[in-house]
C-alpha cells in the first residue's frame, strides 16, 4: 500500500514538474522574443532621433520659467498645428525618461 502511494506521489510530481519545465521553456523563448523586439525598437528610436528634430515655431520659447508662460503656452498648443510641431520637438527626448 504504501508502494504504491509512493509510486502515485512520484509520478505526480513527474507530471507538476514536466508541466513546470514546459512552462519555462515557453517564457524562455517569449523572452528571447521581447528582447529582440526591445532591440529592434530601440535600433529605430537612435536612427529616428538622428533624422531631423522637428522645430519649434518661434513664438514658442523652451524652457518655461513663469507660470504666465506655461498658460501663455497651454493657449498656443490648442492649435493643432503648433501641437504637432512640439510634439515632434519633445518626443524624442521622451524615452529617456521610461
Not at 65 to 81: G, H, I, N, R, W
Request: aromatic share 10%.
Amino acid at each position: 500500500m504504501i508502494c504504491l502511494m509512493i509510486m502515485v506521489s512520484s509520478w505526480f510530481f513527474c507530471l507538476v514538474l514536466q508541466q513546470i519545465c514546459r512552462q519555462l521553456a515557453e517564457m524562455k523563448e517569449q523572452i528571447r522574443y521581447n528582447t529582440k523586439l526591445l532591440q529592434d525598437l530601440s535600433r529605430r528610436q537612435r536612427g529616428a532621433d538622428r533624422q531631423k528634430l522637428g522645430r519649434l515655431p518661434s513664438d514658442c520659447q523652451l524652457p518655461l520659467t513663469t507660470y504666465s508662460e506655461v498658460l501663455q503656452l497651454e493657449q498656443q498648443l490648442k492649435s493643432k498645428e503648433l501641437y504637432g510641431q512640439f510634439v515632434s520637438h519633445t518626443t524624442p527626448f521622451c524615452h529617456n525618461y521610461y
